[in-house]
């Protein structure tokens, strides 16, 4: 156990209703970082983890929250967090690699018990090394995390925290005057399955899962944005027609799951993009080095059918008109529709499936490959587990690399169509 090195402030701190949108107990986001053994003699030749240890413990007093523990105030019916100490394993790894890459976590216990970060350190024989953490959702999203982990192997390296985190959830309370302006349908409700009675029309009834990787090269998202943005301009007679290179991947990606599915035409389905609020939030803005969740819903709803057969590009626009709208007055009014809804919210994904339903988390702007720490930039960075079906990420790869990788939670008996069709981007320029 790592405990803060110095005092750190003797209160307890409030969460947000913003961080407790995605409430139960198993919320951790897990990152896995890889790195090769250094060759530069420049590099220190091998990783101290006390060197680490001490550098947690440091970092530990701006960022006290992470060594808390959530617990529940039944007087102001709120979430707190109050303050204790995280975890930390040294590992050599001789077993199944994934089992040994994180650190597990009881979730049969109360919330109270549950640690909000741990850390492990993984030796490989080859001489590499593996850094795992392990974060609590409740505390941070996914700006946050990885801003923590970028400043803790600063820390390692020897160098400065440079921007203090700031953690006072004022930033996103209940304005004065309440200004609810919009309808905020769906936004906040929990995403209920809704699986087929009689099965799936495979026949197939096994409900297991699948985490699988795909990598899309630079030169085959060119090829799909132009092939979209060129079909978009002949439709539209507009030649300064603008897609995002986001909306239009989400727009393949949501269209390989439906045909994969085998949705009926006529389902209702949705299609949820977490969105960062720190640049959109503008009165006021937030602090840099603001540690919290700040991730809000665009949520684009169609018919499976239309996702299918409608242009790619045309898809992609409401996707995109989606995630515009949610400018600051948008976000003020959520915040205010959130925290005047009595009692917590309901947990988003609580039942782990979104079946007929797909949520895309674009971590492409995430500086994975900037966490330093002396042995150059990690070889790989990987969210080690993802544990509800129809939740996917797109993940950019190290420097030199354009190409992203999605990594994709699915039943398993979908799996292999989703790869065909994601793979198979004939008929996307044909049905364009």
Known sequence: MIRPSQKTPLKTLHLSKLDMIIRAPNTHTILFYIYDHPHSSKSPPHFDAEILKTALSKILVPYYPLAGRVQMNQNRDRYEINYNAIYMNNFEPNAVLRELLILECDYTRDLCLIPLLMVQVTWFKCGGLGLGFTTHHHIGDGTANTDFVAKLLRMVAGLDLLVSPVHDRIHVALRDPVGIKFQHVHEFDPIVPCLPSNGFKTGDQNFDT?????????????????????????YTNNNNHKISTFAILASHIWRSTCNARDIAYDQE???????????????????EGYFENVVFFSICIAKAGDVIHQPIWYTANKIQESVEKIDDEYLRSSIDHLELRQGLPDPMMAHKIMYPDLKINSWVKFQFYKADFGWGPPKVVRTCEIKVEGLSFLINGPDGDDGLTLAINLFSVHMPMFKEHLYNFMPINSSL
């Open 269 to 287: 389905v949705k299609l949820y993009i977490p969105v960062d609020g720190r640049s959109r939030l503008k009165d006021p803005s937030m602090p």
């Open 210 to 234: 699948t985490q699988c990787l795909f990598k899309l090269s630079k030169q085959q998202i060119q090829v799909l944005k132009q092939a979209t943005i060129s079909q978009a301009m002949k």
